[in-house]
């Protein structure tokens, strides 16, 4: 059995990615931006086909982006599901990679991560709801619940960002000269974790966002799984599978926002 350079050629323009218009794509079977075909099936009650319909599909057909694109296609998600296209296992492995491998200042790797998943994940957004219930007027509070049930707490699972704070009080101790610097270093640290998991996340077709609702639930937290006290919370990420498009987003022009010399 022989592949001649024909068919080879046909096999290579059918691939989306490389540069190149597939036949598939210019004969209408494949959209040219690869990863947003699902299978023939239902969403919501419509009949989808083989057609575009965004991130939201836990049959699509999704081929490995590179970090630039994944960069690109990061947003922030309001919508998700509680499945995952990829194992607890595979998110599990991920944050672990993030945690190793993503850069701090004077290697303090002061960062920690805390990956809530299945009733953990609902736990933690329980906490969220029941400390603002305390503190808003009821009338308020139905739509901030109606918010976390339907944007938080309806996906896979959440990260936890902390920052552990006995890590930036040694390093204040052993370099006084820039002893002021290190909480915010610490900040820019965890800012790092946050968009390579993100990114992460994006990649094996999952959305997310990132919430703030610390220092409110920060005790809560701490006691209802245990964590050292030097463990300041900085955020939490709700993800899961899109169920929705994000929101439009608007982009400053980038030559006011950058300049190159040479």
Request: hydrophobic share 35%.
């Amino acid at each position: 059995f022989r592949i001649g350079p024909r068919t080879l050629r046909t096999l290579f323009e059918r691939i989306p990615y490389g540069g190149r218009q597939g036949l598939g794509q210019r004969h209408g079977v494949l959209p040219a931006d690869d990863s947003r075909v699902i299978e023939p099936g239902t969403f919501g009650g419509v009949e989808c086909g083989r057609e575009k319909i965004g991130l939201y599909s836990k049959n699509r057909r999704r081929m490995k982006r590179t970090f630039e694109e994944a960069l690109e296609h990061r947003r922030s998600y309001y919508s998700i599901g509680t499945s995952s296209p990829v194992s607890d296992e595979e998110l599990i492995r991920v944050v672990r990679q993030a945690v190793k491998h993503v850069p701090s200042a004077f290697n303090s790797q002061s960062t920690r991560i805390v990956l809530l998943l299945g009733d953990e994940h609902k736990k933690l957004w329980d906490i969220v709801k029941d400390t603002l219930k305390a503190r808003i007027l009821a009338e308020a509070f139905v739509k901030t619940e109606a918010k976390i049930d339907g944007c938080f707490a309806s996906g896979h699972g959440t990260v936890l960002y902390f920052e552990d704070m006995s890590v930036v009080r040694g390093l204040q101790d052993a370099f006084p000269s820039y002893k002021d610097n290190f909480p915010t270093w610490a900040q820019h640290t965890s800012a790092m974790h946050q968009f390579a998991i993100w990114a992460m996340l994006e990649e094996r077709g999952l959305g997310a966002s990132l919430q703030h609702y610390n220092p409110l639930i920060d005790e809560e937290v701490r006691r209802t799984w245990e964590l050292p006290e030097d463990w300041m919370l900085i955020a939490e990420m709700p993800f899961g599978v899109p169920t929705g498009e994000p929101g439009d987003k608007d982009f400053g022009d980038v030559d006011k926002r950058m300049k190159v010399f040479r």
